[in-house]
């Protein structure tokens, strides 16, 4: 008990009070294995020159082969200091001199690095700031950030301020011990604002959510941790903020935004970026709703550079504004312009329910903005354990639109191989090989349900046998492109071209595999898929991707037909030619067209930096398979590439 009074002591009295205080709770703390880095952001308005930075026990808890490091950076991402006062049981101390450089600066703090040999080490302390600056975590997400049980005798409750903007529902997951007698979660809400909360997700013992829903939520809010007895990790959809003070200094001005199609004034979701000289450590980007409406909040005086975009078929428009702009109306103009009957997709992306950074919610949201048609939920499962899946899918699913966005769920089997099963999952253990789990896809097809599977980066270096796994494969009906290893990236094109060679009826399709939406746009890589005049639904979507009804790209629209064949059916040969149409729309200029027949260019067209061609032609080739590619200047990577047309001698099939 007296060590406690002694303890607590030393934390209200070591550093002087007589300005504003800001201090985290008891404990923060890094390790050496999975909570390596925590970063705290510190506001520091324009009339503030100097504050004071303490942490709390900065120095190791065990012996360590390489200490932590605490380093502050200037809103400007400079280095502003390298913190190297480590004391055990006190405060270390840094008076801060703002230099003038006021907004967003950053501690980035990185854990120990444990003895040969050891286990974890770790790293508990407390930081605080005297002067007037706001001391916080811009939250994430997926439950990140992590707090620990008192380590240094305070009691086992944690208070954090959160603004919340006018929304009308913020969503709070958590990661908490399974025992329900500890880490309790309440909101204090702002006078005259109402609300319900609800709880979601895994339970406790995994990903769990809290959502509170109101007419507007508008106000600073109180989130109060009690009974901290086990470690715990918090994040928030909308990335708000954790004060540790009770009355943040910040302000922020609401910016209405709205965001249409340029000519035919019909509202669309879009994506935008936000950034500052006074923000550039604050990754902001929000999405537009399927209305084409959201609220930013900015802070005052603060010149800001916002980006709208929405994917590559649409011009990107670029403004600089301050948040007095108080509203703004966004026209986004096509530049690529598809037939009827195509729709795009990402078919490999993962949510915060395994290793991913976003909510369904949020990876919708992304896959609207970026303005594909629809998009394939897969996070990482393998064995008959699957909860997490029908959750994610179930939060998902309930946002497709009929006619303009479906969501499709799906599972990345994760095992010595990765494959993505596209409209269901599988219940196989991690030993089924994959030629196993392609059975148990073609079995629940003949049982009448649409099922995709196919082979995810084969040339990843987390899976260095997927290459000869899909040579032993030889139902395999769809294969990875353009996901491997920087390099490498090519050689899963190739792959295909190996297993086409052999006879195979094997078609490849293109994805992301985000797992952040902000650092891994959605859609940047996305397979097109030809659906006619058919309804876009996931079985239909799933139908054209075995069928090799489509085409991948990262930039540019390619048509290819061969005697008016699309790509995965089957043409004959006339005399030993065939009349060939190609149809090229492009974001970059493009050096040639290439045909390939059976693995080798037959055909180059030349265009010379053009952005577009149509063109239709009498060719000789032989009987096989022929896809056509859009190349760059000096790059082996395509821009867009076909799925095969087959050709045989004989009638057509």
Known sequence: MLKRVYLLAILCSSLVLAQRVCQSPDALFVDSSSNRFLTLNIFVPPTTSSFTL????????EEVSQPSSFTLYYPDGSLAERLQEYKKGEWSQYGITTMGKWGVWRLSISGPQAPSGAGTVR????????????????????????????????QANHIFTIQIPPIQRVRFNFLRPKEANNVKVSFESPKKVSFKESWGGLGRGSVEFCEIKGKNLEGVWKLVVSDVTDFYSIGIEQELRLFFTDSPIIKFENVY???????????????IDITSPQTLLESYVQYTDAE???VLSLIPDVLYTITFSRGFEYE???LMTTAEVKSLSIGLR?????????????????????DGNDTPLQMVEAGM??????????????????????????EGMSLSREGEFVVIPGEEFSTTYHANIINGTVKENANSSLSDVVRVVRRMNRQGKVVAIKLNHPYWGGTPKAPEIARQTPLLPLLEIWNDDGPKEPQSAYLLWELLNKGWKIFGDTATDTHNRKSSKVGARRTYVYLGNLPLTADNVTKALL?????????ALIFLSINGKIPGETTSLVQGEVTVRVEVDSISPIDRIELVNNGKVFHTIPLGGMKMFSGEFRLQLQDGWVIAQVMEKDSAFPLAMTNPIFIKKGSSL
């Open 547 to 555: 069928n090799g009804h489509s085409f991948i790209s990262r930039g």
């Open 334 to 354: 096509r530049r690529l312009k598809r037939p009827l009957g195509w729709y795009c997709g990402d078919t490999h992306t993962h949510t915060i329910y395994s």
């Open 369 to 394: 903005g970026e303005g594909l048609d629809w998009i394939v939920l897969t996070d990482h499962a393998v064995g008959p354990n699957i909860q997490h899946l029908h959750i994610a899918h179930k």
């Open 257 to 271: 935004v709205k965001t249409f199609e340029e000519g035919s004034n019909t509202p669309i979701p879009a994506r």
């Open 54 to 61: 303490a942490i709390y026990d900065q120095a190791d808890e």
């Open 292 to 294: 084409g409406h959201c």
């Open 123 to 154: 790293n508990f302390f407390i930081v605080r700031t005297e002067g007037d600056v706001d001391l916080y975590v811009k939250m994430e997400p997926r439950a990140r950030v992590r707090f620990a049980p008192p380590h240094f005798g305070s």
């Open 316 to 318: 990107p428009y670029q």
